[in-house]
């Protein structure tokens, strides 16, 4: 077996991937990144492979699946050589499959790509170890936040469960960073080499500037910008946004508004709402301080608020809000409960 799956599993792996994972399982692939560099590698070539076969699960291909697992457990126990041979690429209608059923515990069409990036994985894994993986670099976070600075001196704050690979130097035209989750750039200023980040497939293309980038895969991509100015792009679909303005990348268009400086605020820890109703200031609660604060009734939902926190405990400023509101506050195990019949509409 191959010493960097030591505590870990294919399977699991392949669950981490496909983010169905559960929140024990996604600490578990977190603690064994986090016990070596060569484990964090890894991952990233395994996510690379993963991304480009993910559209395998739409095929019907059948496959040979334990064949294909013990392929790739072979491969992975062979020690890296020196000097690598060039490996010419498989012409496709030369990869013979023999229809075999088994059983497996997740979905067919998530094992079919499963599959498929494993033996993607069997041809090309020492090439990628021999051209440039060791250059790429991650960095990721489960239940906390990070802050990095760069090789270009940008630097980047991680909200929680996301991560950011980056090269160790960024020597060529484009300064070019791959986001999964949430996290705030204050790019370098650097005219000769645009910065930009891949998120879920869309483009944030900036030269430099500061903005706010929400990329988790289960929800559409948006931009928050708060200093210079971006360029978001999906496909033939481009918008430039400019201090102020925000957008959301949806699946046939990128709809723009005006940016919510509450996004920011797991990292600023300043909330800021005029005029806001409930719903929107207990969404911002909960993204800020990663907590479950639920409404017991939707008469209070539209009850509106002007008001200001800087830096308070969670505690501390949900009891200004349901003092201020009229609202009882109550918390059960760890979830937060705002309760009552009715509210004082203080604008």
């Known amino acids: 077996m191959n010493p960097s799956h030591e505590h870990i599993s294919e399977e699991l792996l392949a669950r981490y991937l496909a983010e169905t994972a559960s929140e024990q399982e996604i600490e578990h692939v ?12 890894e991952l990233a070539t395994y996510r690379l492979i993963w991304d480009h076969s993910a559209h395998a699960a739409k095929t019907n291909i059948p496959v040979d699946t334990d064949a294909a697992w013990n392929k790739m457990k072979l491969k992975m126990a062979k020690p890296t050589p020196a000097t690598l041979p060039e490996i010419p690429k498989p012409a496709a209608r030369e990869i013979e499959f023999t229809p075999k059923t088994i059983q497996r515990k997740l979905p067919l069409s998530l094992w079919a790509a499963a599959i498929v990036a494993l033996i993607l994985l069997s041809f090309g894994w020492f090439y990628f170890q021999s051209n440039g993986s060791d250059d790429q670099q991650r960095i990721a976070t489960a239940n906390n936040t990070s802050e990095k600075v760069l090789p270009d001196g940008t630097k980047v704050f991680l909200n929680y469960n996301s991560s950011l690979t980056y090269p160790a130097n960024f020597d060529g035209d484009l300064r070019t960073v791959s986001l999964q989750g949430e996290a705030f750039f204050d790019v370098k200023p650097d005219a000769a080499h645009p910065f930009v980040i891949d998120a879920n497939g869309t483009e944030i293309r900036v030269l430099g500037t500061s ?10 991509v948006r931009v928050d910008v708060s200093t210079g100015k971006v360029q978001v792009s999906k496909a033939s679909k481009r918008i430039q946004l400019v201090k102020g303005q925000g957008a959301e990348v949806l699946a046939d268009t990128i709809r723009s508004f005006e940016a919510n400086m509450n996004v920011l605020s797991y990292r600023t820890q ?28 939707q008469q209070i939902a539209q009850c509106r608020l002007t008001i200001r926190f800087e830096k308070e405990p969670v505690d501390a400023t949900l ?29």
Do not use: M
């Open 211 to 220: 903005f706010n980038v929400k990329a988790y895969q289960k929800s559409p």
């Open 319 to 347: 009891s200004v809000i349901a003092e201020t509101l009229d609202l009882d506050l109550r918390k059960e195990g760890k979830t937060y409960w705002l309760d009552g019949n009715g509210c004082q509409q203080n604008l």
């Open 30 to 41: 977190n603690l064994w990144l986090a016990q070596s560099p060569l484990h964090e590698r």
């Open 270 to 297: 300043v909330y800021d709402f005029t005029a806001a109703d409930l719903n929107e200031i207990i969404a911002s609660i909960r993204d800020g301080y990663h907590v479950d604060v639920r409404l017991s009734n």
